[in-house]
């Protein structure tokens, strides 16, 4: 079966960096878009950051852009996001997601994807 496992997370303080890491069994990473997704207490689940299948196409939500990164590492099966110049409105659950058909283009829609990992907590506090 397809399991998404995330891992990363913790207390950073802002202006931090933290790096976030998910891996896939029964799944390859990058024959279907991958994307990151958050959820803040009292909020709706939003996209983040997402990948298609072509390499170097990326997609993010206004407020990561050029803070955050999407990554994937094929010979490890993972897939990463590197969040930059921390802020404490970034604090949330993280989760990362794969669709499970091959579109080239990925989209910041939870609808989208079809296999979610269980997530884990950053949180950006002083």
């Known amino acids: 079966q397809v399991q998404l496992v995330e891992s990363g997370g913790g207390l950073v303080q802002p202006g931090g960096s933290l790096t976030l890491s998910c891996t896939a069994s029964?799944?390859?990473?990058?024959?279907?878009?991958i994307g990151w997704f958050r959820q803040a207490p009292g909020k709706e689940r939003e996209g983040v950051a997402c990948?298609?299948?072509?390499?170097?196409?990326?997609d993010y939500v206004d407020s990561a852009k050029g803070r955050f990164t999407i990554s994937r590492d094929g010979a490890k099966n993972t897939v990463y996001l590197q969040m930059n110049s921390l802020k404490p409105e970034d604090t949330a659950v993280y989760y990362c997601?794969?669709?499970?058909?091959?579109?080239?283009?990925?989209?910041?829609?939870?609808?989208?994807?079809?296999?979610w990992g269980q997530g884990t907590q950053v949180t950006v506090s002083s």
């Open positions: 990948m298609g299948t072509t390499d170097g196409t990326a």
């Open positions: 997601a794969a669709e499970s058909v091959a579109f080239r283009l990925c989209v910041l829609s939870t609808g989208g994807y079809d296999y």
């Open positions: 029964g799944f390859t990473l990058g024959y279907t878009p």
